[in-house]
């Protein structure tokens, strides 16, 4: 059960070393080397998963997965399982326990090249790449790494633990919380895109607003989150964000949403938590998504969506009038024969 | 009615303070302080806004705004106005006084660790963040601030009084005209994707074209225009472009144009005057939009568009139609059963 | 037959200098000066274009172009020809010839600012921009070229004359094989997005796989290609990637393809070899995409597609099948008014 820090593909544990280290008990066979993590129904034959509420036992039944933590009462003949009392825990003590094998590219230290302004606080101990720019005003908290190339700027501050990678931009006066992850090339506390028309001609409204990011938050690659006019753009505790995704001025996001890869989410829009933007969705201005709704991929919302709802197509209706409407949609062809043989059929009646 | 610098947070006008500023008729209650500027239709209890134009007059009665600029012999009673010649230039001028006021955090002077090439031609006073790099035969006329970790390509040049934000990037031989404002995380001047396919490989088409930029520009984060293959990609004059828009090789964009976000603009098309394309549209390579034309959001355009036209949907149709259709398509459920029923009364008509 | 480097735009060479440079028979007059280059349907009156294979004679002479390169048997009367072996050789020699004297904006040598890491191996003669950064481990192979501000993680290596404008990143354990061009802005190897829901919280599945990217590889500007979970996403040879597209981890493509701006591609999925995904078509994760395929821009494929199938709309639909079922949306209008109109007859037929 050894993790070499020279080498990102990670040394594989067996499913001994893993019931061990859960301290579970283990049905089955306990030579196969494990590889991966995933849920439930994506895990593949030498991956790692779990199961919690035993109400979902019928996922354990079709699962690929090589091993799979389960609550203590649970059997399922011909799959290999460990039992545990708390199997999303036991699933995070494995995650994490490889995470601290795996190899540790980070900088260290404040590098001589970054330009750290003198009214700039960082806690003991923070990492800052080469290049990376602070500015006046901004707060470092303790355990924070930024990579090289970024810069944050005047009265920016970042709670404890933050991990920014290079190239990110983070504009004045934005807040993160703790624990937050930005990738690469994304923009945090850009203008919001606000104009009024006079004459034919567009005259900015200033945007001096800002921008909340709340503890937990990952933010994918080349991201924008403009800041608010006046107020706050705010990402709700938890919330994962994926690559290119385009937040608004003024838009709230609530707790532990998902917003997958290239949706985007026009001005003033509030999003509950839990909820979940499909890739490429669009969300316009003004609107708000209830708690726990779920918006497919591509679709288009143009008006407010409850609690729990589950959404798709453009303009986005309730999933099942969207399936039921995309399968006459492709059953046209027939439809349209059919009215052509009534059609006839009328006509050979009439002339009786 | 002050403002301080030290804060983002505008200190508040008071209705009377705006009507003192701009030399206007208060008709109402000069107390209340208002803390934002927006179009008549979002504004709102706080906020200002204006109506030029008495033919809007409905607006004005449904407006949420606090206190509106209204022309001379405008009254509604139960509102807030400030009578004065011109609203919209009062309005200016009120938004005017507040950027004034609020905090600078623009970087001044040249930073000792920017690289600016000895061949490149700085005005007096312009401003240069850190880690910046100025390209030979650069030309930066006076009034210009680019912050930190730009790259300015060779011979490119800007104009009076532009604003470039962190990590921007104009790649060489582009040309800004005055009071350009750019985004961070943009890409001017990338190659256009042109290639010939040659026994199933592309080989690449040289890309040695170049991008104009003309005055009044805004342009999103994370935005990226490509330069022209030969000729030039151009953006018109006080056209504003929202985050992450992707704008093709030899595109000609007219003035002032709303571009919202995550919009494409395949190559060598032209797009007209006053043109709007709402978010996440797509139009296809070689076409024309005409002056005034205005495309719905996620609308896919594969066909050149009239003047003045609005278009929707996918492909896009005139907006009437579009709508007309859509309603069609969410009654496909209602007319399926009908044709169904009309199936049987025929066929017991036919037995008769 | 002058190219002088000062200018962007090439001095133009005559038809008679190109027939002499590629040694070709001109039929035709050889004054035209040709200004640029393109495919047989897109090229302008005074373009350069080729024609390989006999059996597309008919684009031969539909083409504006203002001289063909063709196979030594052709004729077409009225066009000018250059008759030669092998076209696209002959076609590749003109635009290597002409590239070859575009003016050189590239970096030289290793900028006093850049950052190279001790552990860091650079081949005699690389070129690294003002401000770039290379981490340890980091293997730089001759002829390559890295503009200002990028960042190349630990562990990466570049193949042989890579190309790389400024303010890309290459994130840890990123593989580029020979001739890659990368383009401002994009990132290559940020994490894949991936968690697991426990208890309503996103826990984060650790992403240490890498990415490998193919020779001939050319990536646009503002591109994010996340690295795979445990193993690699792959690039395959030759395939050219346009602005702002996402791949996500896990994601293999093959060679030779065309993947247009704003594209989006979801985890795991596999992508055949010449394959082409127009501009903002989005496909779902663990499909498989057969070689030879093409998706229709703003397509949005939920299922996998056989090798050479073309498809369009969403949910994707072969070709022919997605055009009808347009026709019939855009008809939809008559068809209502024809199911109103049975239904009066067999009212009036039913009182009979």
Chains 1, 2, 3 share one sequence.
């Not at 997958?260 to 938590?273: L, N, R, V």
């Not at 309730?318 to 949609?329: L, M, Q, S, V």
């Amino acid at each position: 059960m050894t993790v070499t820090k020279s080498n990102l593909t990670l040394q594989q544990l067996s499913v001994s070393d893993i019931a061990r280290l859960v301290k579970g008990e283990l049905i089955g066979e306990g030579g196969l080397l494990v590889s991966g993590f995933s849920g439930i129904k994506e895990a593949k034959q030498n991956e790692l998963t779990f199961l919690s509420n035993p109400k979902y036992e019928p996922l354990l039944r079709d699962t690929q997965a090589g091993v799979i933590l389960v609550p203590r009462q649970i059997s399922c003949p011909g799959k290999t399982l460990i039992r545990v009392d708390n199997p999303s825990l036991s699933f995070t003590q494995v995650v994490n326990y490889v995470l601290k094998g795996a190899p540790d590219y980070k900088p260290q230290g404040i590098h001589p090249t970054a330009v750290i302004a003198s009214g700039a606080k960082l806690a003991p101990g923070v990492a800052i790449g080469a290049h990376t720019i602070i500015e006046a005003g901004a707060v470092i908290a303790s355990g924070c790494v930024i990579y090289a190339n970024c810069y944050v700027g005047h009265d920016t501050d970042l709670g404890e633990n933050c991990l920014i990678y290079p190239q990110v931009v983070l504009r004045e006066k934005v807040s993160l919380g703790r624990r937050v992850i930005i990738h690469s090339g994304s923009v945090i506390g850009s203008d919001g895109y606000g104009y009024v028309t006079v004459d034919g001609k567009h005259m900015k409204i200033p945007q001096v607003g800002s921008v909340l990011i709340e503890d937990d938050v990952e933010i994918g690659a080349n991201v924008t989150i403009d800041r608010a006019r006046f107020d706050k753009t705010i990402i709700g505790e938890g919330t994962k964000i994926d690559n290119l995704v385009q937040i608004g001025h003024n838009v709230i996001i609530g707790k532990h949403c998902l917003i997958i890869a290239q949706t985007g989410i026009a001005g003033s829009t509030k999003i509950g938590d839990h909820v979940i933007l499909a890739a490429q969705a669009g969300i316009a201005g003004h609107l708000e998504i209830g708690d726990g709704a779920v918006v497919g991929a591509k679709s288009g919302v143009n008006h407010s969506i409850k609690p729990g709802e589950q959404v798709f197509g453009y303009p986005a209706q309730p999933i099942k009038d969207a399936f039921r409407t995309n399968a006459h949609i492709h059953r046209l062809d027939k439809y349209v024969e059919l009215i052509k043989d009534l059609k006839k059929r009328i006509e050979v009646l009439e002339k009786q």
